[in-house]
Nanobody, 125 residues
Framework: QVQLVESGGGLVQAGGSLRLSCAAS????????MGWFRQAPGKEREFVAA????????YYADYVKGRFTISRDYAKNTVYLQMNSLKPEDTAVYYC??????????????????WGQGTQVNVSS
């Protein structure tokens, strides 16, 4: 199983920005779709963004479109989530995820092969 380690979370005021990073343990991560999910207190884990194995396609939840950007750096085995114009409702633990099979285009909760431990994002009003 590929090991995923998130970083970059923290406390930010509404309207601010953060960049989350997800470092993978091996280069084979580049064969898999990657993405981010989040879980707020009292809510189910929900999809945030994903990027295809090739990096050619990206997907976003409606509530983050235009504010968040997912990208990946194959040389660094790292996936990023740039979060701009943050809102208090973005407060959650953010989890990095890798697909369960190679050459995937997107992610869903049933196709996850590896999860990171999560990084806390708190957005104050």
């Amino acid at each position: 199983q590929v090991q995923l380690v998130e970083s970059g979370g923290g406390l930010v005021q509404a309207g601010g920005s953060l960049r989350l990073s997800c470092a993978a343990s091996e280069r084979t991560f580049s064969w898999y779709a990657m993405g981010w999910f989040r879980q707020a207190p009292g809510k189910e884990r929900e999809f945030v963004a994903a990027i295809s194995w090739s990096g050619s396609n990206t997907y976003y939840a409606d509530y983050v479109k235009g504010r968040f950007t997912i990208s990946r750096d194959y040389a660094k085995n790292t996936v990023y989530l740039q979060m701009n114009s943050l809102k208090p409702e973005d407060t959650a633990v953010y989890y990095c995820a890798a697909g369960s099979a190679p050459y995937g285009q997107n992610l869903n909760s049933g196709s996850i092969g590896s999860w990171g431990q999560g990084t806390q994002v708190n957005v104050s009003s």
